[in-house]
């Protein structure tokens, strides 16, 4: 059901200064930057192997991002996995009575499909299903 992690993604502060860092310290090159405004996000990938390391800024004080900050504080926010079908993987969850925050496949950053898990229904892990 799963094929690999495809990005693991972490909540930052100041997403400028999270970038200097993972590119000067880390030596990690930015692949791609995107503002997704309708999710109050801004996200910058940066290429680590054939996955990601996602960097998310909160656009606003009033978005998700930044209530997980003031609430847990800069870190991991959740883990992205690759499927070939979302929509039978989010079938397959229905069906085994995990709790999900997107019922259905909507569009993510990059243009690809994604939904996410509750963390609640998945030992406090939020994941995000991608269908590339
Ligand atoms: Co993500």
């Known amino acids: 059901m799963l094929n690999k992690i ?6 930052v502060a100041d997403l400028d ?3 200097t860092h993972y590119t000067q310290v880390w030596g990690l ?13 801004e996200e910058v990938m940066l290429r680590l192997g054939d996955s990601y ?3 998310l800024g909160a656009t606003g004080p009033d978005t998700t991002v930044a209530k997980f900050l003031e609430r847990r504080g800069e ?15 989010l079938d397959s969850l229905s069906a ?10 909507r569009l993510g950053g990059r243009g690809h499909m994604v939904a996410f898990v509750h963390p609640k229904s998945n030992h406090g892990l939020l994941v995000e299903l991608i269908q590339r």
Do not use: F, K
């Open 6 to 11: 495809e990005h693991v993604a972490l909540a």
């Open 17 to 19: 200064a999270a970038v």
């Open 96 to 105: 085994r009575g995990v709790e999900m925050i997107d019922e259905e496949p």
């Open 75 to 89: 870190g991991l926010h959740h883990i992205a996995y690759e499927v070939d079908d979302l929509p039978a993987t």
């Open 53 to 55: 390391l996602q960097l």
């Open 29 to 41: 090159e930015v692949a791609h930057r995107e503002l997704v405004a309708d999710q109050g996000v």
